[in-house]
């Protein structure tokens, strides 16, 4: 019986919480050369190929800048003429070796390197995916909870989780700030899995597209107004399976109790 109970408990803790992240990490590429003056480039950004050193990025995103060369450099927020401001600094790092940084504020962060100053760049924090916090947490057992990140311009202001009808109604909420009214949202396959339909403000729609990036679904919405309420998005499965599953762990314990106590009873064996 202790057994049953032990590995019960465990089943429970094991069960995963979910929260989605959209972060990336973007590489820069220090080029063999780039500690001569007269090199043709310095940086080079691997996803774009932009070789002048400036780069776009999200809240939360990382860059990772990778030396390519023979020399050793140095990665230094500030600028040549003013020297480092102190909110990075890679230090001497030698060919062969990365330095990486996770942007959390806004705004434009120079830099250049302090061995050869004639290398420089930005890198400019925008702003990075909403979040709708605490998805899930009004069914089930109110613990397996989602951060769900989107991209819209307006303001999502609820999420309500339906398990009947495997579905994610989302409330939209605020004025419209420019024409574009295009809804992104990132799903992780644990909170929705199995998306099969789209409805705006209870009407079905075909104005959507879907693609995939591991357990992540990004969804793009398309056919909304600027006065658009609800969009609802239905699949072949919801969570919380979590509070399924231990419902289902609490009753084969109770069985197994009953079973058993009904064995020492009957053999005559003491009671647990």
């Not at 959209?22 to 070789?51: H, M, N």
């Amino acid at each position: 019986m202790r057994e049953i109970i032990i590995l019960s408990m465990i089943a429970i803790i094991a069960l995963p919480v979910g929260i989605a992240h959209a972060q990336s990490t973007y590489d820069i590429l220090i080029p063999t050369g780039a500690a001569a003056p007269s090199a043709p480039y310095f940086w080079q950004v691997e996803k774009t190929g932009d070789t002048n050193g400036n780069l776009s990025v999200e809240v939360l995103d990382t860059v990772a800048w990778k030396n390519a060369d023979t020399a050793a450099h140095t990665v230094t927020s500030g600028t040549a003429e003013e020297g480092p401001d102190g909110i990075f600094d890679s230090s001497l790092f030698p060919p062969g070796q990365t330095f990486e940084y996770q942007f959390t504020e806004l705004g434009e962060y120079p830099y250049f390197c302090i061995v050869h100053p004639w290398m420089v760049g930005t890198i400019t924090v925008e702003t990075g995916l909403k979040v709708v916090s605490n998805v899930g947490s009004k069914v089930g057992d109110g613990k397996t909870t989602f951060d769900v990140e989107y991209e819209y311009n307006r303001s999502i202001t609820s999420a309500t989780v339906n398990e009947d009808t495997n579905s994610i109604t989302f409330g939209l909420m605020g004025q419209s700030k420019s024409d574009d009214h295009t809804l992104v949202l990132i799903l992780p396959s644990d909170l929705i899995s199995g998306i099969s339909s789209v409805s705006v403000d209870g009407t079905m729609t075909e104005d959507y597209t879907i693609s995939m990036d591991g357990d992540i679904s990004e969804l793009t919405v398309t056919a909304l107004e600027p006065t658009s309420n609800t969009v609802t998005v239905t699949g072949a499965s919801v969570v919380p399976e979590f509070g399924s599953v231990v419902g289902v762990i609490l009753v084969l314990s109770i069985v197994a109790v009953i079973i058993m106590t009904s064995k020492s009873q009957k053999f005559g064996m003491p009671k647990l």
